[in-house]
């Protein structure tokens, strides 16, 4: 599908997967109605099964599914630094319980995860509105309905990143990440093959730095997990902490087969300028204005006859400017006019004739 066609089709497509109740379909849309590829260096693949650039204003649009208890829960944002939108995820303490918990999470896939896949995004905590504490609270997990506790998931607590995993829900390996950098953005990309048992991988990297390189078990034997990103706080659900509010940005989410590779889930995360629009063929530069058949005296007369239009051709946008009010194009030297506003003076009237005879060679 060419560009253009694609440009036209996006908003056809995002709102399909919008109603869609089976995501099924999500394959074949995805990779390329959620962000095209202009503007950001990446280069869409088949690899890639699902893809956000928040750029739509509808953050998670294609998404399987959102819980959110309030209308601050989820919201379209300009990017922290700039360089155009991400999703803006705030929790309140007092916020509403969605699924028994204060929470505001989005399951990104669910029926499309298999048993090696890549996943990656942007966060970004700000200073003033995530301050650390000891309890801690979930941004990213890999979660198996029915069985409790995410068998893999990322924490932030006491300003430290946490990558937490294991196939044994009471002994879950807790493995140090990094600090939970303030007012920048982290990229942080995850490979895993998901198993219970030692073939199971589990690979992190943030801003690119290997974090994780682990074998063994990361999920618990059962169905494959499905992936949520966002705000999971379950300490408030039953009492409350040192802060009430938790806020930070997610963008370029992204989640890749096992096809997929580090570079494409690691490409530029700097967030596109806005598609330009469809560039008009280039204009074609104005012909040569004719030369001033010979310097009038200004100001020129007005010719009773209105003057003929300029020539067609369009004045390209914004480099022309407006032609100086002085002479007027001087109509076309044939067929002059012979008469004269009355206020004009003789002398000006001998000139022009004067004038008009050379120029017809008398
Ligand atoms: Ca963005």
Redesign the pocket.
């Known amino acids: 599908m060419n560009y253009k066609l694609r440009y036209f089709l996006m908003p056809v497509l995002v709102g399909t997967i919008a109603v869609s109740c089976d995501k099924k379909d999500l394959d074949e849309v995805s990779p390329s109605a959620s962000f095209s590829t202009e503007g950001t260096n990446l280069a869409v693949s088949g690899n890639l099964i699902f893809a956000d650039?928040?750029?739509s204003g509808n953050p998670f649009s294609g998404a399987h599914g959102l819980e959110l208890g309030a209308p601050h829960s989820l919201t379209s944002a300009s990017?922290p630094g700039g360089?155009?939108?991400?999703a803006r995820f705030e929790l309140r303490q007092n916020d509403p319980d969605v699924k028994g918990s204060r929470r505001v999470e989005v399951t990104v896939v669910k029926d499309e995860v298999e048993k090696e896949m890549w996943y990656a995004y942007d966060v970004y905590f700000p200073a003033a509105d995530f301050v650390d504490e000891d309890d801690d609270e979930v941004i990213n997990q890999w979660y198996q309905s029915g069985l409790g506790t995410p068998s893999a998931s990322i924490r932030s607590k006491a300003g430290r990143l946490q990558f937490r995993v294991g196939g044994d829900a009471d002994a879950r390996e807790k493995i140090d990440i990094g600090p939970v950098a303030k007012d920048t953005w982290l990229r942080i990309v995850v490979h895993m093959v998901h198993a219970s048992g030692s073939e199971g991988l589990t690979q992190a990297w943030v801003n690119g730095k290997m974090v994780v390189d682990r074998k063994g078990a990361n999920m618990y034997p059962g169905d494959l997990p499905k992936w949520k990103v966002g705000i999971y706080k379950s300490g408030w659900a039953s009492e409350t902490t040192t802060t009430n509010k938790r806020v930070l940005f997610l963008?370029?989410v992204r989640v890749g087969n096992a096809s997929a590779s580090l570079a494409e889930m690691t490409a530029t995360t700097t967030?596109?300028t806005p598609a330009p629009a469809p560039a008009p063929a280039p204009a074609p530069a104005p012909e040569e204005p004719a030369p001033a058949p010979a310097p009038a005296p200004a100001p020129a007369p007005a010719p009773e006859e209105p003057a003929p239009a300029p020539a067609p051709a369009p004045a390209p946008e914004e480099t022309a400017p407006a032609p100086a009010p002085a002479p007027a194009p001087a109509p076309a030297p044939e067929e002059p006019s012979k008469t004269y506003p009355s206020a004009w003076s003789k002398f000006n009237s001998d000139w022009w004739d004067k004038f008009f005879s050379r120029a017809r060679g008398r």
């Open positions: 650039d928040m750029e990017r360089g155009g939108k991400a963008d370029n967030a596109p």
